[in-house]
Structures are given as structure tokens and as C-alpha cells.
């Protein structure tokens, strides 16, 4: 359908006509758009004439193409494998980016008078950080890298590339290498410190420096250890100086920094220990412990507990600040980061001060911060201490069961094969047992109870966790009682269970019977012996274990124990403690046997003076 426009109509175009220059009417003709076609064909009023010659000559043209393609389409279905293999386009070099590498070199050139010297010792350690290389050519290596960097190391070191360069020489080369690096980092260690990358290296400077060079880096940063400490990246070199390598009276001058310009004055006489410096200047205190809280508030802020030297800084405080104040700095900043210091000596005394003095609501969250480290807790050296002094303060006993005591039941098996897992266990079943614990672990446990938000009765707290725990701790003894009398430590802990759980005991007395009936040597052994004992000698379970070993293990078995003079005291114990129908009858089968006849011994001799008794 063609739709015409007429010049003249309803304006100069039409009212439908053209609206730019390019659909205008030339000389003044009349024009036909088409919808399908883009091209415009004049209306002349005449038909365009073309030759025969020329129609059969593009007729003829197109049907070759057809047919080229026709062959085409009908060879590859004969031949579908044919063809040859398209050519790969010759690959041309990138000119723009080589362009853009060139001047980049150029710039950094221009900007940087050291830029060609610097590409050498970027390559030359290159080659030398490699583990399989020969060590003569390495020394080579760190030959060449003196020559090119003697006194230019301290313009180096910001840039962390090439402090990777000079951590190579000092882990790699000899003391004369390491010499003139430490002479000219010198008086930049402080600044060095507070770099991301340059605590690094002086990390590596004292590690492989001689003790002459530690003297002079510790020198360089005396008088700034407050400031290096309160630093996020520094801190963490001030930590390494104080744990690894610092002597006890550089390590009292790098904690009296804290006390205060006052002090620091006479810091030849005082302590790194704050109750030392009270006992010199008692009129002191208040003054340090507000410089002492001002340090902490800002360790807690930003996240610095994790240092042993901050830790110590901040137990001062908890041990000798005001209860109340101490409360206010367990907020939930404090909170959150407990977990990772309870691992430390002084650590695990500040979480301790931290549940002591601290209410129930921020208890609570402390308690649900140590969910997923419980066994880990458990099994570390300071950290079941923690765990103890939880036992002792926090009143809310089902949180303490849910939150900490089922997870030590999942992980017993770990829990008991540990040294301190075994204490907790111990003090879980036994607390504050001067048997198990010696006076230093009592004392310090102590200090807790004088605290002002705990209000249960401590008795009534410690029966309700040991009636949740004892159940879930038997059933494991039971499985593993075995394995744990090979340990002399692991069957200490089974006696405590013995003496001291609030369950019923049947299942593991059967266990123990049970191994003595398939294998009677044990009863000789050192273990069982020990574990025998102590049932035997216990008034609640004597009877019912007794009449278990009569019943399971034939008498003349039992007799045969007799010739040793452990198994004569285990058979001492068993008839001397029972007035059974079981008892008697195994006593009278006892006189019919031939005891004299055994190899003499004390268990034997007292056997035989009790049975000529009745």
C-alpha cells in the first residue's frame, strides 16, 4: 500500500509530509514511499526501460551462484570430514600495550632517579629467595645485593616490595650483612614500627641480630614503648621485644612508661609489677591506676587485648582498680574480645575478674561468646581455669549446662586425654579439693567468692552442675575404662568419679568386673590396684561392688589371687568388708584352700591373721 502526499495540502507538505531536509522533494516532484522498501523511486509518469541482454545476463549470473552452492552443500554431504583446516590469524604484537609498558618505564624513570637500580635488586632476589638454589651462588647473590643497597636502605624500607629484599639478606646473609642494616635502619626502627609492612622487618632484625644490636634497637625505642604500644601496627613489635627478648629490667622499663611521667622518674626502683611500686609510693596509687584505666579504655577500644604486654598493663588495673569501675569496662566491646586472651596467664586472670565482677546480663554474654572454644578451653593450660571460675560465679546453672557443660560431655574422649582437661574434670566432680589441687590454683579460685552479684549458695550451684554432668562422665568411663587404667593420671581421674559422683555407679563397677574375668592378672597391676582400692575402701560402693566380683568370677580364680600380695589385699578387702551369704561362703571355700602354701607376703600374712580370727 502506497500512501501519497501532495505539496499544498493543509501546509507546504501536507499534514503528514516530510519533517526534515532529507525526505524534502526535489524540483518540486511528487514522491512514493514505500513501507517494505527503503529506497525512494521517482514518479515520473514513465516506465525505466532495460536491455533483454542485460536481464539474461543477471539471470544467468545468479543461477551459477545457485548452482556453485548447490555443489557446495551436496559435496559435504558425501564428505562431511572434508574440508581443510581454517588458518589460524598470524598473532601481531600488541603494539599499544608494549607502548603503554615503555613509557610507564620512562615515567617511573623520571619520577625515580633509583628506578634502574631498584629493577636489578627486584630481580637479584628474585633469584636468591629461590629454597633450591646452591649456596655459593646465593652468597654471590647477597654480595651483589650489599653493594647495591648500602646506603640507600632506609630511603628503601617504606616500600614493601623491597623490604622483602632486605628481610633476604638479614635471614640469608652473614653478621657483616646484617651490620650495616641495622646501623643505618636505626634511627627510623620507631617509624618502621608503625608501618604496615615495616614492622615486619624489624620483627626480622631482632630475630637475626646478635645481642649487641637487640641492646641498641631496645635503646632507640626506650621512652616510646607507650606510644609504639598504644599503635595498632606497632604494638605487635613492642609484643615480640617484651615476650621474646627483652631481660627482666628492660621488661620493667618498658610497663613503667605506663605509670606516669611522675614515676618514670624513678624507674630504676620499681617493679613491672604494680603492687611492688604501691608498697614504694603509697601516696602514688590513685594517680597510676587513672593513668593504667586510660591506657585500658584505649586498649579495649581498639582492639589491642590480644598482646601479652597490653594484658599486662591491663591485669594491673583489674587486680588492684575499684570493683565498680571494673564493671563498667566489661561492656560488650571487652566482652567480645575475651575469648582471645583467655589462652594467657595474665589473660585468663583478667576474663576471671571479668565474670567475678561483672552482672548477670553481661555474664550471659560472655558465656555465649566461648560457645565452639569450650573444649579448646578445656584442654589449655590457663584456660580451664576460666571455665572454673564460670563454675564457681555464674548462678544461672541451666545457661552454664546448655552453653558450657554439654559441650565438654561431647568432647570427653579429647577432654580426658588432656593434662588440664583432666583437672577440669576433676573439679567439675571434686571443686576445691586440696588433694587434687595444690594451694596456688585454691587461692587463686578464692577471690572470686567475695564477689557482690553472685547469690546462690555455692553448694547448691556445685550439686546442680555435677547431677547434670556426672551421668554423661560415667557413661564415658564405662567405654574407656581400659584405655584408662594403662594411664596412671587417667585412673586418678576414675577415682575421683568413684569418691565423688552423685550417680549410680553399677555400670562401670560391671565394666571393671568384666575385665577382670577375662584377663584375673589385672588385679596385679598398678592401675587396678589403685582402682580396687578405692571402691573397696569407699562405705557406698564397697558392698555392691564386692558382691559383683562374687558373683562373676568363679572362687577358685579369686583364690589364685591370693599369691600375689596385691591380689591378697584386693581379697582382704572383699571379705572383710561384707557379711553376704556370698561372703561367707566364699570365706569358708577360702580356709578349705591351701593359702599357706603361697608365696609369703604381706597381703598374704594379713589374709591369713583375719581369717584365723573368725
Not at 517494505?36 to 515520473?44: M, Y
Not at 655459593?136 to 616500600?159: C, H, W
Not at 546462690?456 to 554423661?472: F, I, V
Request: one cysteine or more; aromatic letters at 6%; a positive charge.
Amino acid at each position: 500500500m502506497v500512501k501519497k502526499t501532495l505539496a499544498g495540502k493543509s501546509g507546504k507538505y501536507g499534514k503528514k509530509g516530510p519533517t526534515d531536509k532529507q525526505n524534502k522533494p526535489k524540483s518540486g516532484k511528487i514522491i512514493k514511499k514505500a513501507k517494505s522498501a527503503k529506497r525512494v523511486i521517482p514518479q515520473s509518469g514513465k516506465k525505466s526501460l532495460v536491455s533483454k541482454e542485460v536481464l539474461e545476463a543477471l539471470k544467468e549470473n545468479r543461477l551459477e551462484k545457485q548452482t556453485k552452492r548447490q555443489e557446495k552443500l551436496d559435496d559435504k554431504k558425501k564428505n562431511p570430514t572434508k574440508g581443510k583446516k581454517r588458518k589460524m590469524p598470524e598473532s601481531k604484537e600488541p603494539k599499544e600495550p608494549l607502548k603503554k609498558k615503555a613509557l610507564k618505564k620512562v615515567r617511573k624513570a623520571n619520577e625515580d632517579n633509583e628506578y634502574e637500580n631498584l629493577t636489578k635488586i627486584k630481580a637479584l632476589w628474585e633469584k636468591g629467595r629461590v629454597n633450591d638454589i646452591e649456596v655459593s651462588k646465593r652468597e654471590e647473590i647477597v654480595g651483589q645485593l650489599k653493594e647495591l643497597m648500602e646506603g640507600k636502605v632506609a630511603s628503601l624500607m617504606f616500600k614493601h616490595d623491597l623490604a622483602r629484599v632486605v628481610q633476604l639478606l638479614l635471614r640469608l646473609g652473614k653478621a657483616e650483612d646484617s651490620n650495616f642494616i641495622v646501623k643505618e635502619l636505626l634511627p627510623h626502627v620507631s617509624e618502621l614500627s608503625k608501618a604496615k609492612y615495616g614492622k615486619f622487618t624489624v620483627n626480622c632484625m631482632l630475630k637475626n641480630s646478635s645481642k649487641e644490636q637487640r641492646k641498641l634497637i631496645f635503646k632507640s625505642l626506650l621512652g616510646q614503648f607507650k606510644k609504639l604500644t598504644l599503635h595498632t601496627e606497632a604494638v605487635t613489635v613492642v609484643d615480640t621485644i617484651y615476650n621474646d627478648y627483652a631481660t627482666s629490667k628492660e621488661r620493667t622499663e618498658m610497663i613503667t612508661e605506663f605509670y606516669g611521667k611522675e614515676l618514670y622518674l624513678y624507674k630504676d626502683l620499681l617493679s613491672e609489677h604494680f603492687s611492688k611500686v604501691i608498697e614504694l609510693y603509697p601516696g602514688k596509687k590513685d594517680k597510676v591506676l587513672e593513668e593504667l584505666l586510660s591506657h585500658t579504655q584505649v586498649f579495649i577500644e581498639k582492639g589491642l587485648t590480644g598482646h601479652i604486654i597490653v594484658q599486662h598493663i591491663m591485669l594491673q588495673y583489674f587486680l588492684h582498680g575499684a570493683e565498680d569501675t571494673i564493671q563498667e569496662l566489661v561492656t560488650e566491646k571487652l566482652i567480645e574480645q575475651i575469648v582471645n586472651f583467655v589462652h594467657t596467664k595474665e589473660g585468663s586472670k583478667i576474663a576471671m575478674r571479668c565474670l567475678w565482677y561483672s552482672k548477670a546480663k553481661e555474664r550471659k554474654l560472655i558465656i555465649r561468646t566461648f560457645k565452639g572454644h569450650i573444649k579448646d578451653m578445656s584442654i589449655n593450660e590457663n584456660g580451664y581455669l576460666v571455665l572454673c571460675a564460670l563454675f564457681d560465679c555464674v548462678d544461672d546453672t541451666v545457661l552454664v549446662k546448655k552453653a558450657v557443660l554439654s559441650e565438654i560431655m561431647e568432647n570427653l574422649d579429647t577432654i580426658s586425654m588432656s593434662q588440664y582437661g583432666r583437672l577440669l574434670l576433676n573439679y567439675i566432680l571434686a571443686p576445691r579439693s586440696t588433694k587434687l589441687f595444690p594451694p596456688s590454683i585454691v587461692d587463686c579460685l578464692k577471690v572470686g567468692d567475695t564477689n557482690k552479684v553472685s547469690k546462690k549458695d555455692p553448694q547448691t550451684r556445685r550439686q546442680e552442675l555435677l547431677s547434670y554432668a556426672c551421668p554423661g562422665i560415667i557413661d564415658n568411663f564405662k567405654d574407656n575404662v581400659e584405655s584408662m587404667l594403662l594411664d596412671n593420671t587417667r585412673t586418678l581421674l576414675l577415682t575421683t568419679a568413684v569418691n565423688h559422683a552423685s550417680c549410680d555407679l553399677s555400670s562401670l563397677f560391671n565394666a571393671i568386673v568384666d575385665l577382670l574375668v577375662n584377663d584375673s592378672s589385672l588385679v596385679d597391676s598398678t592401675t587396678m590396684h589403685i582402682l580396687m582400692r578405692a571402691i573397696q575402701q569407699n562405705k557406698d560402693h564397697q558392698t555392691v561392688f564386692n558382691e559383683m566380683v562374687l558373683s562373676k568370677i568363679p572362687a577358685d580364680t579369686i583364690v589364685n589371687w591370693v599369691k600375689t600380695n596385691r591380689g591378697a589385699f584386693s581379697v582382704l578387702r572383699l571379705v572383710e568388708n561384707g557379711s553376704s551369704d556370698k561372703v561367707k561362703a566364699f570365706v569358708s571355700e577360702l580356709k578349705k584352700s591351701d593359702v599357706n602354701s603361697f608365696d609369703q607376703s604381706t597381703g598374704r600374712d594379713k589374709l591369713i591373721e583375719f581369717l584365723n580370727k573368725i
